[in-house]
């Protein structure tokens, strides 16, 4: 649509729309509301937004600079789009159900919440048939799930995926692993692993070892079950991270009594079957080529294993093509991963220094993406981004800075007579690309540097009339001031370093230039010492 | 929360947040759902989309260049406290009424979906009592209301608002206008104008004029209506910017005809009240200072008016001292805005070569912000981006590039066997922070053009075999073959650019590099000599 056509509906049509909000709060005479948040719900305050908008800046460049394109889909969206009794019926999701909305249309009708970001997508690649393929991009915002809320499980939460659609291509799944290489680079990792396997070689291993396609009965706690027992088996090694070679051994057989005492039973294969699972578990995941070996002297002769092997091939080809190392991309198969949902290699990150974390970026191949809205299949491979998980891991890591504000310099008010001079110094210092506020509290010179420590504000500016005759100002480094009562005094070359200068009011940019570059440097320093 | 307490939840907590979607897709059997969007609602696809996220990134920056801090709240909050009832019964509100969420834990009870972000910062203001004061923050997020759908008006629309809690102060009022000129300057509009006024003196200008503090009937189309002549004084003036001096004379008097036909009556004020009001709209509005000046003149002798004079003047040296000119930040009379909301100076941008577009950036000083949670007052004041109305206007101007991907380098795939070199160029692209992909579509090569101009990529790589042995390869300007057809051709120092170019792979950075500053410079010329 363009410009000029928009523009003449304009009057009309976005009449409201700047409008604030609505004059609800003036009415006088109505009792207090108790402020509060609905369970399972957040506010999203400064100090931990600041970090998680910092966070996700980083990963849209990288996601950019390979040519991802962002989409923003409603939040709300027709029911069976989403496919609510699918989604309601279904408990192997993780997801809950979904929030419904009522319909102010149509009474007794309701719309949908999103509760991802990819049946969305799989909407808007069948509803406009002539996007440009392939289709690479990604989205972030919220998702809505009627889920049981928790410590640290929400209602709402950020969702942050990007995909690559209609191209059946390894490049295309391998471009999304280098993605995810690139992104934990970028926010300051160096000590993590992207592990890749294959839905196809996964499959082929339960043919290797003869595992059986039937279901089956089994006690649990009095009651008999029916079970599907590649299915069980999967859902076992699924457990590897947690219980190890020998707990997935007792899994697959007889079963596993737990720590807490809980006996979980077991698959009940044949020993032959258990050892030749293990033995592909046990395929090394170092290099990728070593492991490629591996897996062509172990399963080689295995059809569908095979096919999975040459997929793993082309990824690593391009994967090494790329520059991407073994260090940071290998083949692990261990993972498993979204039993139901991937078709061909799926991949997940792990923090080799935060491993309690789990998996904080994971995804793979699927070519389901379309099906309930077309029967011609379109291939997909994306991956999301654990926004909540990688954002405590880099806080835990002590990889993002903790600010309550964006501020870096606030200019006291030490003397109002002299507002015009801060004010100017504000104007000039934000020209220069520095974050200032002067202080628009009261004049209680204490509670304004209390104000500054309160938000984490690294530097205070005083002057007073003397300050400006002499032509100088005061610099007080209030970060220095923290973090002296821990380590920094240990640093020899800290020690000549003065938490307050006074320095010319002409040199005003380049002294809190000079001090912000300190107090990263020794920010840096810090880090590496703790870390 | 400490990360390391947060680390000790996650295997628990955090176990299914980075999970895909749901299997939904997966189940084979079940009918073909029409791919489609709820009434009022809309996709963003990456053309504008880009556009937008491009045009809040700056807004942003400059926003925490004053200090503001991001805050993010709940879409879903609890249906009292964002009002209801209010909502639905004021028809003034501009707003419709509320989206309704079906309580999952409830039968028969609603949750509500936000309507705009101030009352959930209320609710934050009130809830968190010991946050920072003055809190400086600004909000960025969908709003939601039932409204009835029209072109470019929709029920979920992006609201972006700056606001200063806890400070009575005027240098906040002047922090928000001057963060509005330099946003909007930011955004590479220089003609534009800030126009500020103050409820004080517009409810003073009634008292000076002598419109009657009374209700009176009038006979409207056969029936008679009652009517308060302040409110309806007030509606009229608003009415400036549509009607110009004639028409307000009209509104006041006896009555106005429209140009389609229809009669408005008129609030019925005496030729002297009528020519007082004239004579208060009249007041210069170019140099804040004279505005100031004839403002004391007329209305020095009424006290409520005295009151907002005076705090225009606080504002106008506060103004001046930020450096801002009367070019950008003017006072207005004839500014009235958000009659029930606004109690003291009320704000609004308009872009002169664009006036269609009406205000993008309102705001103004209001104090009922916490009434509805709690009886202390607290003062605020901050402002509106007109998200949508803004990014037409910017588009309008030609002030965003239109591109549907943020790629500037396709490289094409000439010889599949040369696929390492293909992705070594563009590992060695991203890696100096320029976006690029390779062609993961169909060998035709035609086609990969066509891509690439579907998309808007600016250069295309060409490169097979041959130019990888002679160490070179081609860049295909593929912006100039598009702009070229447009007037490029008519700048004489255009015609010695060729649109294709053989360069030395080892030079690839610098080549791209330069190609992308010619285009942008171009693009430079094209836009001044359209403007």
Redesign the interface.
């Known amino acids: 649509m363009s410009?000029?056509s928009?523009?003449?509906?304009?009057?009309r049509?976005?009449?409201?729309?700047?409008?604030?909000?609505?004059?609800?709060?003036?009415?006088?005479k109505?009792p207090?509301?108790?402020?509060?948040?609905?369970?399972g719900?957040?506010?999203?305050?400064?100090e931990d937004?600041?970090a998680r908008?910092r966070m996700i800046g980083k990963v849209r460049e990288v996601f950019?600079?390979?040519?991802?394109?962002?989409?923003?889909?409603?939040?709300?969206?027709?029911l069976?789009?989403?496919?609510r009794t699918?989604?309601e019926d279904?408990s192997?999701?993780?997801?809950g159900?979904i929030?419904?909305?009522?319909d102010?249309?149509e009474p007794g009708a309701?719309?949908g919440?999103r509760?991802?970001?990819?049946?969305p997508l799989?909407?808007?690649v069948?509803?406009?048939p002539d996007?440009?393929?392939?289709f690479?991009?990604y989205a972030v915002g919220?998702v809505?799930r009627?889920?049981k809320p928790?410590?640290?499980?929400f209602r709402?939460?950020l969702q942050f995926?990007l995909d690559?659609v209609?191209?059946e291509?390894m490049?295309?799944d391998a471009?999304i692993v280098?993605c995810m290489v690139?992104t934990l680079q970028a926010l300051g990792l160096e000590r993590f692993k992207v592990r890749v396997n294959n839905r196809k070689i996964l499959s082929g291993a339960l043919e290797f070892a003869g595992v059986p396609d039937e279901q089956r009965e089994a006690k649990v706690g009095g009651r008999s079950v029916t079970y599907d027992v590649r299915l069980e088996t999967l859902r076992s090694l699924d457990k590897f991270d947690r219980v190890g070679f020998d707990g997935i051994a007792e899994l697959l057989g007889g079963g596993r009594r737990d720590e807490t005492g809980d006996f979980k039973f077991g698959v009940g294969l044949a020993d032959g079957c258990i050892e030749k699972l293990l033995a592909f578990l046990r395929v090394p995941n170092r290099a990728r080529a070593e492991s490629l070996e591996a897996l062509r002297a172990l399963m080689g002769g295995n059809a569908l294993a095979s096919e999975g092997i040459a997929e793993l091939a082309e990824i690593d080809?391009?994967l090494s093509?790329?520059?991407v190392a073994d260090a940071h991309a290998a083949f692990d198969m261990t993972i498993v991963r979204?039993l139901?949902?991937y078709t061909g290699p799926v991949f997940e990150a792990v923090l080799l220094d935060?491993p309690?974390?789990?998996?904080?970026?994971?995804?793979?191949r699927?070519d389901?993406?379309?099906?309930?809205?077309?029967?011609a299949e379109i291939p997909a491979v994306?991956a999301?981004?654990?926004?909540?998980?990688l954002l405590?891991?880099l806080?835990?890591?002590?990889l993002v800075e903790k600010r309550?504000?964006?501020?870096e310099v606030l200019i006291t008010v030490m003397d109002p007579s002299q507002?015009?001079q801060y004010?100017?110094m504000?104007?000039e210092l934000?020209r220069a690309?520095?974050?200032?506020?002067?202080f628009?509290?009261g004049r209680n010179f204490g509670k304004q540097l209390k104000?500054a420590d309160?938000?984490g504000i690294p530097i205070a500016l005083i002057a007073g009339g003397d300050e400006f005759a002499r032509g100088e100002v005061a610099l007080k480094d209030l970060w220095a001031g923290r973090e002296i009562s821990k380590q920094l005094a240990s640093f020899e070359e800290w020690r000549e370093n003065p938490t307050q200068v006074t320095v010319a009011r002409a040199r005003l940019i380049d002294e809190v230039r000079a001090m912000r570059e300190r107090q990263r440097h020794f920010e840096q320093k810090l880090r590496s010492t703790q870390g």
Chains 1, 2 share one sequence.
Not at 6 to 11: E, G, I, Q, V
């Open positions: 410009g000029s928009r523009a003449a509906l304009l009057p049509t976005f009449e409201d729309a700047p409008q604030r909000a609505t004059p609800v709060s003036q009415k006088p109505q207090k509301v108790e402020p509060r948040l609905l369970r719900f957040r506010d999203i305050l400064p937004l600041i908008d950019e600079a390979h040519g991802f394109a962002p989409l923003a889909t409603p939040a709300l969206e027709p069976d789009v989403l496919g699918d989604l279904d192997g999701t993780g997801g159900s929030f419904r909305v009522v102010p249309d309701f719309y919440m509760f991802d970001m990819t049946v799989a909407r808007v069948s509803q406009y996007l440009p393929r392939p690479r991009r919220p809505y009627v889920d928790g410590p640290g499980r709402e939460f995926d690559i209609g191209s291509k490049e295309a471009e280098s690139e080809a391009v093509a790329l520059g979204g139901a949902y935060a309690e974390f789990g998996s904080v970026f994971s995804g793979g699927y389901g993406l379309v099906q309930r809205f077309q029967s994306g999301s981004v654990g926004v909540d998980r405590v891991a806080q835990h890591l002590k309550s504000s964006p501020t507002r015009n004010l100017a504000a104007a934000r690309g520095i974050a200032t506020e002067v628009l509290g104000y309160r938000l």
